[in-house]
């Protein structure tokens, strides 16, 4: 990350105090509330942006709950580099997607691996040209699509 946007993540408050309580949903054992300290999110933003490459013009659509841990560093990764960040609560039908990445001019699509499998078993990304979307990134499972 360079100086210039690394100036996005600073804050003025102990890197040792509490910035959130992620909740789990329980898959490896039961639910819990996970503390994370400013510095975690910090440190974190930066390595998923190191991989990533998050840019100030990218245009990201966030249909990914904010309290998943995912779709909460959407928020994180957008501000660190300046990016839009497009907030759709969530998608009537899965049908609306390929039209909401043209019409909005996505350039990243977060998303889980159960929505984008049947985006791809149906085929729905392929029927419509999506030339601003440059990445589709997941977590939490891999892709079950051969």
Not at 20 to 25: K, M, N, P
Not at 49 to 71: E, H, I, P, S
Not at 120 to 135: A, F, G, Y
Request: proline share 3%.
């Amino acid at each position: 990350m360079d100086n210039e946007n690394e100036t996005h993540l600073k804050m003025d408050t102990n890197q040792n105090d509490i910035a959130t309580i992620v909740y789990t949903s329980g898959s490896t054992g039961k639910p819990k509330g996970i503390i994370c300290l400013n510095k975690n999110i910090v440190f974190i933003t930066k390595e998923i942006q190191n991989r990533l490459k998050y840019n100030q013009y990218d245009k990201v659509l966030c249909g990914l709950n904010f309290a998943f841990d995912y779709g909460l560093y959407q928020i994180f990764l957008t501000l660190s580099v300046g990016a839009t960040l497009a907030i759709k609560k969530n998608y009537d039908t899965l049908l609306d997607i390929p039209s909401i990445l043209y019409h909005q001019k996505i350039t990243i699509f977060p998303i889980v691996p159960t929505i984008i499998n049947t985006l791809l078993i149906s085929k729905l990304l392929e029927r419509v040209k999506l030339p601003n979307l440059r990445m589709i990134t997941s977590t939490g499972d891999i892709f079950s699509v051969t």
